[in-house]
């Protein structure tokens, strides 16, 4: 009777081993599925109309050579919330059935505003100086490495970041009918560069 108990122990004791290497197993496999999933969402194509980017995704997009618009300025906040910024150009984009990323200069560290500036430098090298989408903002395109401005190519100017404070003080917003109709004469402008230019996007 004493082996029968002592056989009892040992294989209980042996499966509650197993069950414990089995639970860390299936731990472990859980957060290989969670790593494959995250994986995925960042992979994932960005959806039709405006979405936001981080500079670091930007800067590996260009130095990968992909091809895409980016609207960039440099405004507060409360600002682009207050003026509807996103909704309009996202509105835009979305009845044309285009997509662009989004990056507020405003929102990025020390850091990263040197990296924009290094930037600048490198798009005043081998751009016009009737507009900068660093300095004055609007909608651009990245290709070939290189981020250009519709607006410059054209010889023309767009001084968004200006027009997102005086919209802001004037309690109007890009949703009106006159701020609107720049925002897509805006967006046809790089529409007709890439065209011009036959850069093939890459989303």
């Not at 290989?32 to 994932?44: G, I, K, Q, V, Y």
């Not at 409360?78 to 059935?97: F, G, M, P, R, S």
């Not at 006159?178 to 402008?189: N, T």
């Amino acid at each position: 009777m004493g082996d029968d108990g002592n056989l009892i122990r040992k294989r209980t004791l042996f499966s509650l081993i197993l069950i414990s290497v089995l639970l860390v197993l299936s731990a472990c496999g859980g957060s290989d599925s969670a790593a494959e999933d995250n994986s995925d969402e960042a992979t994932e194509s960005p959806k039709t109309g405006l979405n936001e980017i981080t500079l670091d995704d930007m800067i590996t997009k260009k130095d990968n050579n992909e091809a895409f618009y980016v609207l960039i300025y440099d405004a507060q906040q409360d600002y682009v919330k207050n003026t509807k910024l996103l909704e309009a150009y996202d509105k835009a984009l979305k009845d044309e059935d285009m997509t662009a990323y989004y990056i507020n200069i405003d929102n990025l560290n020390d850091e990263q505003k040197q990296q924009i500036n290094t930037f600048s430098e490198e798009y005043e090298s081998h751009s016009g100086s009737s507009h900068s989408p660093f300095e004055d903002g609007g909608l651009t395109v990245v290709h070939d490495g290189q981020i250009n401005s519709a607006f410059d190519y054209l010889g023309e100017a767009w001084l968004l970041n200006t027009t997102i404070d005086e919209t802001n003080t004037k309690n109007s917003t890009f949703l009106d009918d006159d701020l609107y109709s720049d925002v897509k004469e805006g967006i046809q402008k790089n529409v007709d560069y890439v065209e011009k230019e036959e850069i093939n996007l890459t989303y």
